[in-house]
């Protein structure tokens, strides 16, 4: 790749809030593994989200991308003043163009 492709930086970030309630599908939640049984009629309080991509000028820089995401209920109908749950997903890829073992190891560790 010649040289001058490596002059321009590239990326995207965003975040987004949804206030509740909505329903577990639309944040991309499937099933749920019994854990919250009771709490939920298929209906969530709301999420937040926030990501990023970013593609370094420095060939030896790896590209970036992460989502985060924050998810909340409320506390069951037929159970007043029990605690809300919560809970955060998402990751973090590191994609390098170049692989050094020190780096893998470091990210992992």
Known sequence: MPPDAYRAAKGGAA???????????????????????????????????????????????PTLHFNYRYFE??????APGAPRQWWFGGGTDLTPAYIFEEDVKHFHS
């Open 15 to 61: 975040n987004d809030q949804k206030p509740g309630p909505i329903p577990f599908f639309a944040a991309g939640i499937s099933s749920m593994d019994g854990w919250m049984d009771g709490w939920m009629d298929g209906w969530m309080d709301g999420w937040m989200d926030g990501w990023m991509v970013l593609h370094p000028k420095n060939p030896f820089a």
């Open 73 to 78: 209920t409320d506390a069951p109908k037929d």
